[in-house]
C-alpha cells in the first residue's frame, strides 16, 4: 500500500488499524564505474514496498537524495548538508504525527545516511515535544539499513568474500540488476581498488577511491543474486517491522 | 536517460555535450475523495522522463515532497516548510554546478511548488557567487508547471469546462489513471464543492475545501484523456526545455 | 493612521473594532537610469497611506528593503535572502497575532517580492500554529500588488503601449514623480532596451539589462500620470481591502 | 542624498568620490501612554538625514523594525527576533560591500538594538571573509546612538532631571513633537511609574512597567525641546561621521 | 556545588530549595604574548566556583569558547559566530528551564560575549513563551562580568593606572598567574602598543593590535594580585547574586 | 600542552611543528542515582589530557555540553539540539584550520555524540571547500570514544559482565571516581534496571529507564578500576593519534 496511490480518506481509515509507516530513504551518488547512480534509493525503495506487501502496511514515497557529500566530487552526486536532512526529516514526521502516525520506520540504503538521520531523530523527538503535539511522546523513528541484516551480511560474505567491500558493492549492485536487468553496465575493473582508507572530504575521498568504488568488485553481481538478497531483507525487516509495531 | 539508472562515468560523458538537467518535482498530498496522494509527483515523473526520452536529457530523482502545508490538515500530505526546501534546492544545484551542469528545467506538478521554488532560484544564484563557483554566472534554473501548458490547458477547458477547478483536477487525476490505471478510485462526490475562496492555513483550508477538493469534479477524469495530457505535455515541455538550452 | 504615529493604547482602542492591518512593501534596488532606487517602497508606502486614510485602517511602517538579489549587479541595490525575508515576515506576524490582528494587507510595489511572500505567507501559517497562538487559525495574510489593479494596468497600457515594460516602469516611475517632484531625474535613455528575456543571477541580470530598465521607456512619465496612477491603485486597492475584512 | 531618491548611476558616481554609508535604524514598539510607537523610528530617520546634508552622504532607507522582544506584550510592538536582525544586517552589507561600500555608520534610536547590533557586526566581517569579497578586510560598521550623544545626554539631564528615565523618554518624545507636531498625544500619566527594575521577556516587562514607561515623565516634553535635540545630534552626529570616514 | 560533579537526585533536591544556577562563560583566544588563551574561561571558572562555594549554588559546566571572531586572526583562538552562541545560549536555558531552574546568573570573563548573550537573553524569552514552557514568563537571566566589578576596576586603576588597557590586561593575566603559577609566561613586551583604536573585522584587529594587547602592560601582574581580585570579584558577585536571587 | 594554557605565540610556534590538535567532547546528562552529571565531560578531558601528554600534542578546551536530548526528563541535564551542534563544531574547525590545523582528534565520551559529529564532520569539509579554505582538502577530523577502546571493553567485560551495562556504567564512573574520589556517591540501586530497550523521546527514555541507568551497576566501579580504565584508554588513544599523524 503506498502513501503516493493512496487517497487521503484510505490514508484516514488505515491510521483507524495501525499508526505505522514505512519510509524508504537512499541516496543519489556515484557507485563506482558501473554501478548506478541512484543504487541505494532503488534498492531500499523496493525492499521498502515489498516489506509494506508482505506486512500490509502504508509506505511512504523515497527520500532518493541523501546524506552524499563524500561522494560529490564524483559527477552525478547529489546531497543534501546534514544541517538541511535534518530539517526535511523534521518536517516529515511533524506533518505525518500531526495526522496520527506514531511508528516511523526508516528502511535505508545508504551508509552515509545513518548518522545524520539519527541526529535528526534526536531533533525531531524534541522538536515535537517544544510543538506541544498530542502524541509526541509516543512518536518513534527507527532506522532499519537493509544491507546490514544478518541474512544480507551473511550471504554476501558467502558470496563474494572479501569482494564485498563496502561501497558500490556486488550485493547492492546485484539487487539494481535484478530490479533494472536492462541498465546492467559493465566496465573493466582495476583488479586494484581503493580500500581500507578513512575518508574526510570529497576531494580526499576521490583521491584514495579513485573510481568510487571502495575494496569492491561488482562485477560478481548478478541478478540471481539480486532476488536473493532482496529477498532475504524483505523478509527480515518485514519481521523487524512487526516486531517495532508491536513494541510498546 | 535517468540519473539514478546512470553511472558517474556516463555523467562525465554526458556533461561533456550536454550542461542541461531535468528534475521533477511534485508533491505528497490530499487530493480529494479519489486523487492519489502523490498526483503531483507522479505526473511530474512521467512527464518528465517522456520529456527526457524525447530530447535526450539526462533525468534527475523526483524530488517527491514539496510545499504543501496548506493540505496538512488532511492526512497523508507530507510538506516541507518553504525554508527547508529552499535549502534543498540549493544544495542539490550546489552540487550540481559544481560537477559542471548549469541549465536547470524543474518540471512541476503542484501550484503551491511555485512561489517557493521562485524564491529558491534566487537563493541558489546568489549562493553560488558567495561560494565562487566556476559557473556561478551561467547557471539558469527554468520553472515548467506541466499543468500550465497552453495546449494542456486547452484540452482540459474543451473536455472539463468549470469543473476542471484548480486542485484535485479532472486533468492531473486523468494523468495518473493512464499511469497507474490499476490504482482508480471511486468515491460519491458531492455536486457542491468549495471553490473560488481565497485560503490560509491548514485548517482554514480545510473548513472552505472540506473534501479536498477546489472547483473540481474528477469523476469526469479517464484513462484516456490522460493519454492525451501527457503527450501534449511532452511535445510541449520537449520543446520549451530545447530552446531554453538554445538560449543564451 | 499610521502605526508608527499612534500609542499603544490607541492600538488596542482599534484592535476593538479591527483586526485588520495594512503593510506596505517595497523594494530598494536599481530602476534604470532615471529611476530613484526607492521606487518600489515609496509607491507603496504612499498609496498604503492612501488607502489606509480611505478605509481608516491602521498602516505598518513600510517593509523597505525586499527581496531583489537580480538587481544586486547594480549599486545602490540592497536586497534580503528570500531566506531572511520569510524569517522577518514570520516575525511581523507573529508579534502582531499575539497582539490580536487577524488580517494582514500587504500592499507591495515590487514583483520581485512576489514569490518569497507568498512563502512566507505559508511558513508563517504553520509556524503560528506550532507556537500554539490563540487565533493561529484565523490569521490570513493577503497580497495586494498596485501595480497589478486592473485600472492602473489599463491606464499603464493606453497611455505607454509597450513601453511601458516591466521594470522601471513609467507608471512606476511616474508616481514617484508625483509624489516627489523635486526628485525627478533625466538621463539620454538609449531607445534600445533589453526585453523580453528571462534572466538568472545578478550578474547574468545586468549583461541582459545593461542600463537596468527591462523594456520600458520612463521618459514618458509625468506627474500628472502618477497623480492617475496613485488615484487608481488607491480607489482599487481600498475595495480589496474592504473586501478581505469583510470575508470570512 | 537619499539612497531611495537617488539613481544607480548617481550612486556610482557617489561611490567614485566616498565609500560612507549612514544608516537609520530604529524599531517600532510602545513609547508609554503618548509616545508614538516608530518614536526611534522616526527620530533616528530624521537625524540621520539632517547629518546627511551637513556632510553630504548618501543616508541607506530606515531599518524601522529593530529588535525590541522585550516590549510585545504591548500591542503595536514588531520586533525581530535578535537571530533575524542578525540575518537583516548580513544580507545589507552584503550588498553594499560588494558595490563599494565600506564605512557604515549606524544611526540609531532605539537602545534595545545596541546588542544586537554590535554581534550582526562581528557576524559580518567573517561572513564577508568567508565570501572573499574584495575590500572583506576594510569594511567597518559603526555604531552611533543619537540619545547617547553627550551634548544631548547633558540637555536631557538639564531639562527633565531624574524624570529623563530611560524609555519613552521626555527627549525622544520631544524630537517626534518637533518633527509631528500634529500627532501630539496627551493622557493623564500617573506620577508612579516603574523604573530601576531590571526585566527579563515580555510578560515580566509589562508586569513591572505597566503602562510602558521606565522612570520617564514625557509630559515634559516640547517641540521646542525637540528641535535643540535634533539639532545637538545631528551637530555631534556629523563630526562622529567625518571623523569616521577620516580615520584608518 | 558543581553540576558536572552532582548526581541527578541531588539536582533535583537542590531545586527543591533553589532556582538558581550560576553559569560561567569565557571564551578561548589570544590574549596577547603572555596571556593565556583561556584567560576569559579560566577565570570566570574559578570565580563562579568560588561564588558557587560562597553562596551554595550550583553551577554549571563552564562555556569556554564564546564570541572572539576579532581575535581569529592570531592562532589558537577559537570562536562562535553570535548567531551559533544565541543558538547554544537558547538550547541550554530550554533544557534547565523545563527543569525548574528559573534564575541564570551567567559570570563573564570576556568583554566581545557581552552583545551576543544579550541578544541571546531575548531570543531565549522569546523562545521560551513560544514553546509554553510552564515558567516561561518567570525566567531571568543575568549577565554579571567580573572584570566591571567596580571593587576589581578600583584596584586595577590603584596597581596598574592606564596600563590597565582592555585586553590582555595585567588584571585578568594575574588571576590566571593566581590560578596557574606553573604556566606563566614571560616575553619580552614592545613599550608601544596598540591602543584606542575602534576595531572591526580579524584582519583589521590585528593591524591595529599586532602583538594582540590592546593598551595593556601584562607584566605587571603578579599572582599576589590576582588572589586579590580574584577575593573581590568572588565577594562582589556573590552579593549580586544574592540580590538576584531575593528579587522579584 | 593545553590550549587554554599557551600563549599565541606558543601556538604559532607549535603549528610549524604539528598540525595535530584533540578536542576532549563530552556531555551534560544524567548518570543514574550515582553517576555524576558530567561524567562523559570529565573522563574525556581527562584521558585527553592524558594522550596530549603522552604524544606532546596541544589539546583544545573541552567541548562539556553535547547531545544528549534524550537525557532532558532528569534534571541537570543540558544538551544542545544536533543542528547547534553541528554549527558549534563548523566554527570551530572553521576558526582552526584558517589558523593552519589540519588533523582533529575528538577524544569523546558519550555515546550519543557519535551520530552528530560524524554529521558535523561532513558538514564542516563542505562547508570549508565553499569558502575556499586554503588547505580545506586536507582537513581531517577523526572520532575517537574513549569507552570503546579494545582494551577499555575487555577491561569492562572482565570486570562487571553483563552489569557494565550501556549507560551509566561502572567503567565510566570508576574513571570519575579515579579522578575525584572526593565526588563519590552512593545510593541504593534497585537490582532491577531497565536494560535492552530501544529508546525515543526523552519521557519514553525515562519511563523505560527511570532511575537513569541502562542496565548498568554502577555500584561496581572503584578508583581503582578507574586509574586501569584511564591509563588503558590513554596508551590506546595515544597510539591512534600517533597513527591519524601519520597517516595521509
Redesign the interface.
Given at each position: 500500500m503506498?502513501?503516493?496511490?493512496?487517497?487521503?480518506?484510505?490514508?484516514?481509515a488505515y491510521?483507524g488499524r495501525s499508526s505505522g509507516l514505512i519510509l524508504p530513504i537512499g541516496s543519489?551518488e556515484?557507485?563506482?564505474?558501473?554501478?548506478?547512480?541512484?543504487t541505494d534509493?532503488?534498492t531500499a525503495e523496493a525492499i521498502a514496498r515489498g516489506v509494506g506487501e508482505t506486512v500490509n502496511s502504508l509506505v511512504?514515497?523515497?527520500i532518493?537524495?541523501g546524506?552524499a557529500?563524500?561522494h560529490?566530487a564524483?559527477?552525478?552526486?547529489?546531497?543534501?548538508?546534514?544541517?538541511?536532512l535534518?530539517?526535511?526529516v523534521v518536517?516529515?514526521i511533524?506533518?505525518?504525527a500531526?495526522?496520527?502516525f506514531t511508528k516511523f520506520f526508516f528502511i535505508n540504503g545508504h551508509g552515509?545516511n545513518?548518522?545524520?538521520?539519527?541526529?535528526?531523530?534526536?531533533?525531531t523527538?524534541?522538536h515535537?515535544?517544544?510543538?506541544?503535539i498530542a502524541n509526541?511522546?509516543?512518536?518513534?523513528?527507527?532506522l532499519a539499513n537493509w544491507f546490514t541484516c544478518s541474512s544480507v551480511y551473511k550471504l554476501a560474505k558467502e558470496l563474494y568474500g572479501d569482494q564485498e567491500g563496502s561501497h558500490a558493492t556486488p550485493s547492492e549492485v546485484a539487487v539494481t540488476q535484478y530490479l533494472?536487468p536492462e541498465?546492467m553496465?559493465t566496465?573493466s575493473l582495476s583488479p586494484e581498488v581503493g580500500k581500507g582508507h578513512?575518508f574526510?572530504?570529497?576531494?580526499?575521498f576521490r583521491r584514495r577511491y579513485p573510481d568510487?568504488r571502495m575494496g569492491s568488485n561488482p562485477a560478481l553481481a548478478t541478478p540471481e543474486h539480486g532476488k536473493q538478497f532482496y529477498e532475504l531483507a524483505v523478509k527480515e525487516l518485514s519481521n523487524s517491522y512487526l516486531e517495532f509495531l508491536a513494541?510498546e
Open positions: 503506498l502513501l503516493h496511490l493512496s487517497t487521503w480518506p484510505e490514508v484516514e491510521l543519489t556515484q557507485h563506482g564505474p558501473t554501478g548506478s547512480i541512484g534509493a532503488i511512504a514515497p523515497t532518493n537524495v546524506m557529500l563524500h560529490t564524483f559527477p552525478g552526486t547529489i546531497s543534501l548538508r546534514p544541517s538541511t535534518i530539517q526535511l518536517d516529515y511533524t506533518c505525518l500531526r495526522a496520527g552515509g545513518i548518522a545524520t538521520l539519527k541526529a535528526a531523530f534526536a531533533e523527538y524534541t515535537l515535544v517544544n510543538l506541544n509526541a511522546d509516543r512518536v518513534q523513528c527507527r533494472y541498465a553496465k566496465a578513512g574526510y572530504g570529497p576531494a580526499d568510487g513494541a
